[in-house]
């Protein structure tokens, strides 16, 4: 049955999302959150894609970040990223680079891509050891060529306790490459990186103040993504645009994810099946976003909810407690972050519960 919710004066409205469209993948990380490798059964087809790209522009939304596995192991592709643009809808595709061919960057000229960002862990000896030997050496290879084609290419990198100590070290080499972002985002323990129990603690803090020191002494900008904070000095300076600040999840709210067999939920990493709102297959978006029963550990929160050292915190009412996603998978719960750099901790060992 379709929503009969007016959406334009419904108080949420979709202004970005996260589409994984296919599981299959070239590497099988041993961290990956979504545990990705091969392709589920009965991903969505391509039409059936090419509908949720209008159901997407018809609420609104502005931008989709296109994520796998990995995107390019798809042959549809550049249909799907065209129904977007098309519409006017950015996209922007994350990559691990491995794949890229002059074939690829043809194509993603001509469906007029906004961006591609390239996942690389930090230096070669860390980057290989959880991917494959050359995966790093290909993956700056991408950032040239993407660059070099006229394509804005960027970088994120997931800390771990390995990996977080090498931020100075692989920033030295970031500068030699033609980006225009470096993102700095928490690896979340969640999917591989839970299976195999690897180690994610870092000082978040030290972070913060890492990404504060080296904005503005580049040509790109440094941002740490809303899993890493939040409201020590730092804060106004790290975020995207100097004096934003962090206001909370956005899960539910203005953001939604969707995956290869059209699950839809808050966030993509809110990667578990209780999170899920409902299946594109069987409930058009509309109805699943609309639905007053949704998304309510953002829609419904009140700072009374919050727990641990969140719950006496000054900045609860408006950081909510943090990334909802590594809350749950770090905590089991969804108010109470590990990771507030305003309180110098370090995130846990691996999923609690």
């Not at 990404?211 to 040509?219: L, R, S, V, W």
Request: with cysteine; net charge neutral.
């Amino acid at each position: 049955m379709a929503s009969s919710i007016d959406y334009s004066t419904f108080p949420y409205h979709i202004r970005t999302a996260v589409w994984e469209i296919t599981l299959a993948c070239c590497f099988r990380c041993a961290y990956c959150g979504s545990s990705g490798g091969k392709a589920r059964e009965n991903e969505l087809t391509t039409a059936e894609c090419l509908d949720v790209a209008s159901q997407l522009s018809a609420l609104g939304c502005r931008r989709v970040s296109m994520i796998g596995g990995e995107v390019f192991m798809r042959k549809d592709w550049p249909e799907i990223v065209q129904a977007l643009t098309s519409r006017n809808v950015k996209v922007c595709i994350i990559t691990n680079g491995f794949r890229m061919t002059p074939e690829i960057i043809a194509e993603l000229k001509r469906v007029r891509i906004e961006s591609v960002a390239v996942s690389i862990d930090g230096p070669e000896r860390v980057h290989d050891r959880f991917r494959q030997k050359g995966s790093y050496a290909r993956a700056l290879e991408t950032l040239t060529a993407l660059s070099s084609a006229g394509i804005p290419v960027s970088v994120i990198t997931a800390l771990r306790a390995d990996n977080a100590p090498l931020l100075p070290e692989f920033f030295e080499t970031l500068k030699q490459y033609p980006i225009f972002a470096w993102q700095i985002q928490a690896c979340s323990p969640m999917g591989n990186a839970s299976k195999n129990e690897v180690d994610v603690r870092f000082d978040a803090k030290e972070v913060m103040e890492f990404i504060k020191k080296i904005n503005g002494t580049t040509n790109f900008y440094v941002g740490a993504a809303d899993n890493i904070g939040y409201y020590t000095l730092e804060e106004p300076f790290v975020r995207g645009i100097d004096g934003l600040t962090y206001g909370g999840c956005s899960a539910g709210l203005t953001t939604v994810g969707i995956d290869s067999v059209g699950n839809v939920r808050g966030c993509e990493s809110m990667y578990d099946p209780r999170f899920n709102e409902g299946n594109l297959r069987e409930r058009p978006l509309l109805d699943i976003w609309t639905d007053p029963n949704a998304f309510s550990y953002n829609r419904d929160f009140t700072p009374d909810l919050l727990t641990g050292t969140c719950k006496d915190c000054v900045y609860g009412d408006t950081c909510a407690g943090g990334c909802r996603s590594y809350d749950f998978f770090t905590t089991g719960k969804l108010y109470e972050n590990p990771l507030c750099a305003l309180r110098k901790r370090v995130s846990p060992l691996h999923c609690r519960f």
